[in-house]
């Protein structure tokens, strides 16, 4: 009984195997196996059996992958792709749910080689963290396809800044709206522009190199702003 019972365990992992996969003919027929053992377990199953099933579902099992393309992931972009955690990190997931589809979509670009698309999502995440501290210094956002009125608007601000009291607090406030706005201004000239506008492309080392500016500058402004009601929506790696 024990010998049964480790067969039924083995083709019960290979059925999980075929699931994951999608091998749908192959988990239906080891689905039809499985019941016919637990239906013969009493009156004993000979050793011969297992092994014809075993010889049957490698060929279905084999005739089914060949309708099955299979990508490698490098192995230093790896971590892009299979993950446990938010790639940005819990803060920026929960404070920035918006944004978590982008972060998602950057990461697995950039993990299967399309760099350009990476970037293109890294600007959008971007947006995310743009229109939090327009909203916190209640600038006006109209016209958002055009991030230089919207910086303008957030510069206007913290210049205003200046005109009020001194103390450590709002020091400290205006210390980090006036480094958020050179940030912006910097990735606007530097990248989206170029990227949203179809005039660049950006080879692998250029591309890592945004990737964790972009996450280090979310991350930082994840520390004082944040989305309202913003859902959570990281689900895990693909």
């Not at 790896?78 to 918006?98: C, N």
């Not at 971007?126 to 327009?134: F, N, P, R």
Request: aromatic letters at 12%.
């Amino acid at each position: 009984d024990d010998d049964v019972a480790w067969i039924i365990e083995q083709f019960m992992g290979l059925k999980s195997h075929c699931r994951q996969l999608r091998l749908t003919i192959s988990e239906r027929l080891i689905e039809e196996t499985l019941l016919v053992f637990h239906r013969d377990r009493g009156v004993g199953i000979r050793w011969a059996r297992p092994r014809t099933e075993v010889g049957f579902f490698s060929r279905t099992i084999d005739a089914e992958l060949h309708d099955r393309l299979f990508l490698f992931v490098a192995p230093d972009r790896a971590p892009f792709y299979d993950w446990i955690e938010p790639p940005f990190g819990w803060q920026v997931a929960l404070k920035f749910g918006s944004a978590s589809h982008d972060i998602i979509e950057a990461c697995l670009c950039f993990a299967l080689d399309r760099d350009t698309a990476a970037v293109f999502h890294l600007m959008r995440i971007l947006g995310k963290g743009l229109t939090a501290v327009a909203t916190a210094l209640s600038v006006p956002i109209t016209g958002f396809e055009n991030w230089k009125n919207v910086i303008d608007g957030i510069e206007a601000n913290v210049r205003a800044m200046e005109q009020q009291s001194r103390s450590e607090a709002k020091l400290a406030e205006q210390e980090f709206y006036s480094e958020a706005t050179k940030e912006f201004r910097y990735f606007k000239d530097a990248w989206r522009n170029h990227v949203m506008h179809g005039r660049s492309t950006y080879p692998p080392e250029e591309s890592l190199k945004i990737m964790n500016h972009v996450r280090d500058f979310m991350r930082h402004l994840a520390t004082r702003l944040g989305e309202p009601s913003t859902p959570y929506r990281f689900s895990g790696c693909p």
